[in-house]
T-cell receptor, first 112, second 116 residues
């Protein structure tokens, strides 16, 4: 079983739609939960991170973590064409092996 | 500008011809790491370094070497490249002394390597 499972998509939505991106994980030791955004031909960049369970909002983006279900989500409201990118969930356990574990990424296209 | 710089960005080479991908960061980060990104497999860690002269294997270290002689540089060496090393490679760095604190990584723009 993979440590992190992420639906690869691709996901195609019209401009203005609400987008939901999700990951499940198996290791309950993960403490930090992140979403990275990767534009075509670019390196990933950190979009949001959350420590432990709960919600975190930043503008049109909301990250949600449910540690009891081992499920993390990223919601994008009022999606824009500039949101078209691959979104990678990432998990980290600061007490363990110094490695950030990434999902395989979901490719999102927002159509004008 | 704070950045991680990789070179070359694109490279086509042949089996067995040694090559080095350079990585340099100007943020005074102590932690640096190499990842490869393949379709369906995502980002997999090759090697990482907690500090100068301290390196360790990641998940897929076979066929690669690294060195960390200076804080800012972390080159990736392929001594005898093979076609299965055709991939997109990313260098990343992070804050932290003896450990990363939160998992926030700063990535370079990637190096696309093709081994024929």
């Amino acid at each position: 079983q993979k440590e992190v499972e992420q639906d690869p998509g691709p996901l195609s939505v019209p401009e203005g739609a609400i987008v939901s991106l999700n990951c499940t994980y198996s290791n309950s030791a993960f403490q930090y939960f992140m979403w990275y955004r990767q534009y075509s031909r670019k390196g990933p960049e950190l979009l949001m991170y959350t420590y432990s369970s709960g919600n975190k909002e930043d503008g049109r983006f909301t990250a949600q973590v449910d540690k009891s279900s081992k499920y993390i989500s990223l919601f994008i409201r009022d999606s824009q064409p500039s949101d078209s990118a691959t979104y990678l969930c990432a998990l980290f356990n600061s007490g363990g092996y110094q490695k950030v574990t990434f999902g395989t990424g979901t490719k999102l296209q927002v159509i004008p | 500008e704070a950045q991680v710089t990789q070179n070359p960005r694109y490279l086509i080479t042949v089996t067995g011809k040694k090559l080095t991908v350079t990585c340099s960061q100007n943020m005074n980060h102590e932690y640096m790491s190499w990842y490869r990104q393949d379709p369906g497999l995502g980002l997999r860690q090759i090697y990482y370094s907690m500090n100068v002269e301290v390196t360790d294997k990641g998940d897929v270290p076979e066929g690669y070497k690294v060195s960390r002689k200076e804080k800012r540089n972390f080159p990736l060496i392929l001594e005898s490249p093979s076609p299965n090393q055709t991939s997109l490679y990313f260098c990343a760095s992070s804050f932290g002394g003896s450990r990363i604190d939160t998992g926030e990584l700063f990535f370079g723009e990637g190096s696309r390597l093709t081994v024929l």
